[in-house]
């Protein structure tokens, strides 16, 4: 029979296991829960300091995030802010003159600004023919809200006519226009008119056949003659340059050798009206001779193979006259006989077309034909080899 003194030590010692055991688990515990505690304060949601919050609560932004919103900010940016460019803007890009005078000088301005934010830079300026462009000659380049103008210079024709467009072109650095058309319009009307139109003068005649030259104006201004220009002055005319009215007679002095010299010309009257300063007068002389055809035309020739070909020269004032000399300028045309018929001459000529140079396919060659106190006649040969 076990005694009570014999159990006490058996409980003291398994109640002394069971306590050194408890024990020593106790600081496992505590360190695992010590480690998810918070050292310090964080905010709370409502923004008041909170203390015991994890740490994973309270840690910055990471670094993702940060180039989440980094990259939301660029790409706003790129949205609301455009390139600096410069932009050319116009405040008008046509002029229309509508109905002017002839031979005047119509003088308009093309007006622009630098709309844009970088610096304007204007590289040519081209126009057409009768306009004349200034004013950008020095300055090309123009700072964002600069302006700058354009000027002309438009002359009109000398004939009046239906309405006409001329266009000049502007080129500059603008990306979205860096070519701008500029359009000019008008229609000429004619307010001074010359009467006869054209002369028609002979060589046989008095005074060349020259009859009044009548220069009358059309929309009732006066003007005054300033001068009076021919060709070579085989025409002239007197006039008063102090004298003004609507309507002037002149009368024609013609030079009968200038003329015989100038078969083709014209008669240029400068006159002081705000809307026409000129009128031209053409004039034609009928020549005292005529070549039928003008100029021989040849084709498929064969060296030292000879064409012939018959011309005919006529007198236009039905006098005789009598072939003096015929003299080829090289050599390759010559005259085998003449035949009178009236007023008339048949020369027969032969052309004999020399060996070819080179690659040279053309002849070429002119007669002189020498009319009995009336002057020379040239008629010209063109050939071609086959």
Same mark, same amino acid.
């Given at each position: 029979?076990?005694?009570?003194?014999?159990?006490?030590?058996?409980?003291?010692?398994?109640?002394?296991?069971?306590?050194?055991?408890?024990?020593?688990?106790?600081?496992?515990?505590?360190?695992?829960?010590?480690?998810?505690?918070?050292?310090?304060?964080? %905010?709370?949601?409502?923004?008041?300091?909170?203390? &015991?919050?994890?740490?994973?609560?309270?840690?910055?932004?990471?670094?993702?995030?940060?180039?989440?919103?980094?990259?939301? %900010? %660029? #790409?706003?940016?790129?949205?609301?802010?455009?390139?600096?460019?410069?932009?050319?803007?116009?405040?008008?890009?046509?002029?229309?003159? &509508?109905?002017?005078?002839?031979?005047? !000088?119509?003088?308009? *301005?093309? !007006?622009?600004?630098?709309?844009?934010?970088? *610096?304007?830079?204007?590289?040519?300026?081209?126009?057409?023919?009768?306009?004349?462009?200034?004013?950008?000659?020095?300055?090309?380049?123009?700072?964002?809200? #600069?302006?700058?103008?354009?000027?002309?210079?438009?002359?009109?024709?000398? $004939?009046? &006519?239906?309405?006409?467009? /001329?266009?000049?072109?502007?080129?500059?650095?603008?990306?979205?226009?860096?070519?701008?058309?500029?359009?000019?319009?008008?229609?000429?009307?004619?307010?001074?008119?010359?009467?006869?139109?054209?002369?028609?003068?002979?060589?046989?005649?008095?005074?060349?056949?020259?009859?009044?030259?009548?220069?009358?104006?059309?929309?009732?201004?006066?003007?005054?003659?300033?001068?009076?220009?021919?060709?070579?002055?085989?025409?002239?005319?007197?006039?008063?340059?102090?004298?003004?009215?609507?309507?002037?007679?002149?009368?024609? /002095? %013609?030079?009968?050798?200038?003329?015989?010299?100038?078969?083709?010309?014209?008669?240029?009257?400068?006159?002081?009206?705000?809307?026409?300063? !000129?009128?031209?007068?053409?004039?034609?002389?009928?020549?005292?001779?005529?070549?039928?055809?003008?100029?021989?035309?040849?084709?498929?020739? /064969?060296?030292?193979?000879?064409?012939?070909?018959?011309?005919?020269?006529?007198?236009? $004032?039905?006098?005789?006259?009598?072939?003096?000399?015929?003299?080829?300028?090289?050599?390759?045309?010559?005259?085998?006989?003449?035949?009178?018929?009236?007023?008339?001459?048949?020369?027969?000529? #032969?052309?004999?077309?020399?060996?070819?140079?080179?690659?040279?396919?053309?002849?070429?060659?002119?007669?002189?034909?020498?009319? /009995?106190?009336?002057?020379?006649?040239?008629?010209?040969?063109?050939?071609? $080899? #086959?």
């Amino acid at each position: 029979m076990t005694s009570i003194s014999q159990i006490r030590p058996a409980v003291t010692f398994g109640a002394r296991l069971c306590a050194f055991l408890l024990l020593s688990m106790m600081p496992l515990a505590g360190c695992q829960k010590q480690d998810s505690v918070a050292e310090g304060p964080i %905010a709370s949601q409502s923004g008041e300091p909170t203390v &015991g919050a994890p740490e994973s609560q309270a840690v910055e932004p990471s670094q993702s995030a940060t180039a989440q919103v980094s990259g939301e %900010a %660029a #790409e706003s940016n790129g949205r609301s802010v455009s390139p600096a460019v410069p932009t050319i803007t116009f405040e008008k890009t046509t002029i229309d003159f &509508g109905e002017v005078g002839t031979d005047t !000088k119509q003088t308009g *301005q093309f !007006k622009f600004t630098n709309t844009g934010k970088a *610096q304007l830079k204007i590289t040519r300026v081209t126009s057409c023919c009768g306009v004349i462009t200034r004013g950008l000659e020095e300055k090309k380049e123009f700072a964002p809200g #600069e302006g700058g103008v354009l000027e002309f210079d438009y002359h009109t024709s000398s $004939y009046a &006519g239906p309405p006409t467009t /001329k266009r000049l072109y502007i080129y500059s650095n603008d990306p979205e226009r860096n070519i701008v058309t500029l359009t000019i319009k008008a229609s000429t009307a004619q307010r001074v008119a010359c009467r006869p139109e054209r002369l028609r003068l002979f060589l046989k005649q008095e005074n060349a056949g020259c009859g009044d030259i009548t220069v009358r104006s059309l929309d009732g201004r006066s003007f005054a003659i300033e001068e009076i220009v021919s060709t070579a002055n085989a025409i002239t005319a007197e006039f008063d340059p102090d004298q003004e009215a609507t309507e002037f007679v002149l009368k024609p /002095k %013609a030079d009968m050798e200038k003329l015989a010299e100038n078969l083709r010309g014209q008669v240029v009257v400068n006159l002081t009206h705000p809307e026409c300063k !000129k009128v031209l007068l053409l004039y034609d002389v009928l020549p005292e001779f005529t070549v039928n055809p003008p100029h021989v035309t040849l084709f498929s020739l /064969k060296a030292n193979q000879p064409v012939q070909r018959e011309v005919l020269v006529l007198s236009n $004032y039905r006098d005789e006259f009598e072939i003096e000399e015929t003299v080829s300028q090289k050599g390759t045309v010559k005259v085998l006989g003449t035949k009178r018929i009236g007023n008339r001459c048949q020369l027969r000529i #032969e052309v004999t077309p020399p060996a070819r140079e080179g690659d040279n396919t053309i002849l070429a060659d002119t007669l002189a034909v020498s009319i /009995k106190d009336g002057g020379v006649l040239y008629i010209p040969f063109r050939g071609w $080899y #086959e």
